[in-house]
């Protein structure tokens, strides 16, 4: 019997690596109503704890209900909202704010990373959430709104074939060509010079506010603001787009009257996002304005000024982002993220 007890223990622990591998590479499908239009890694799966279901934030890129999310893991906040609604997580604090400003204490988790919310609070956006299991053992996620045809069963047989397809597409793109095993070998890295990489306040306006602009920062990982006139403002998906990918979205107003357009533009911002701002991108030579925090657009400064300079300089890119992001990249530049109060120098 002592003998059999530790081949027992090895077997276990055998099963259990066997199990982990199994479940890591496995597939989270994530269903809104009778769709599914996200698909996460088995890393991400939903889970219990405490009696409490925990959803990967991630999951919520499936936008059930019209839903947006911005996350800012600097600031400790995550901001999930939709046009009648909106909650705001201050992961720091502990706390969850609604659309009313009142507070109540929430329990967020990371895992791998990933940062973990309580599904009861998408009962705010009149959101269900049901967590069910496919027949061939797959986690879906399920949010619903009231619009959905089946229940979670019906759901779940009809929906077999899709997630066999899915299924099958990722394990594809899992799987790259490989026509030239031996692979050359590379030079040795080159060092690059010894620099002191410059700190920039980012801003995009004019022709730069755009979804190659996002596409471009999203790349490198990047949070910048961006300033959108009154017009601009009218294109909200774009405009929550920026929000949504955690950027500062603030006014900019151009030569003329200054009090139609910031209220004009504020009206705009408020439409499209349910909050207005102080943060204005203006004309230089505007100056100051009670109650607002005034930005003077002077241009794009040549790179050799901002690279050299002892503060923060503000970059407002109004074209060719692309050209002025690999600069920034080249440069070794930490870009440091105007919000409603940062300050500056003129």
């Known amino acids: 019997m002592k003998k059999i007890l530790p081949l027992l223990l090895a077997l276990a622990c055998l099963l259990t690596c066997v199990l982990g591998a199994s479940a890591a590479a496995s597939l989270c499908f994530v269903a809104v109503n009778d769709t599914i239009p996200l698909t996460l890694s088995g890393s991400d799966t939903p889970y219990y704890s405490g009696g409490v279901l925990y959803l990967p934030y991630s999951s919520l890129h499936a936008a059930p209900a019209g839903i947006i999310t911005s996350y800012n893991s600097e600031e400790g906040t995550l901001v999930i909202f939709n046009r009648s609604a909106r909650l705001t997580y201050d992961l720091n604090a502990g706390t969850l704010t609604d659309e009313n400003d009142v507070q109540s ?69 899992e799987q790259p060509e490989n026509n030239n095993p031996q692979q050359p070998q590379n030079d040795p890295p080159v060092s690059p010079p010894e620099t002191v990489p410059a700190e920039v306040y ?33 294109d909200r998906e774009l405009v929550r787009q920026l929000y949504a990918a955690g950027h500062t979205v603030a006014i900019a107003v151009e030569e003329g009257a200054l009090d139609g357009q910031l209220q004009s533009a504020n009206e705009a911002l408020d439409a499209a996002l349910f909050y ?15 109650g607002w925090n005034i930005l003077e657009d002077h241009g794009l400064p040549a790179a050799e000024a901002w690279q050299n300079s002892e503060t923060p300089m503000l970059l407002v890119c109004r074209s060719e ?3 002025l992001l690999q600069q ?16 500056v120098e003129q």
């Open 276 to 290: 207005r701002t102080v943060l204005v991108l203006a004309p230089s030579g505007t100056g100051e304005l009670p």
């Open 105 to 173: 204490p929430v329990s967020v988790a990371y895992r791998g990373g990933m940062l973990y919310i309580p599904a009861s609070g998408l009962s705010h956006f009149g959101i269900q959430v049901s967590l069910l299991t496919s027949a061939t053992g797959e986690t879906i996620l399920r949010f619903t709104d009231g619009t959905q045809v089946y229940d979670d069963s019906l759901f779940v047989d009809k929906a077999a074939n899709l997630i066999a397809y899915l299924k099958e597409q990722n394990q594809s793109e």
């Open 328 to 343: 920034l990249t080249q440069a070794q530049a930490t870009v440091v993220q105007l919000v409603e109060n940062s300050r």
């Open 202 to 234: 980012l801003a995009f306006a004019g022709d730069a506010v755009s979804t190659e602009t996002l596409e471009h920062l999203e790349q490198l990982e990047i949070r910048a603001a961006f300033f959108l006139t009154a017009y601009q403002l009218q």
């Open 321 to 323: 982002a692309e050209t």
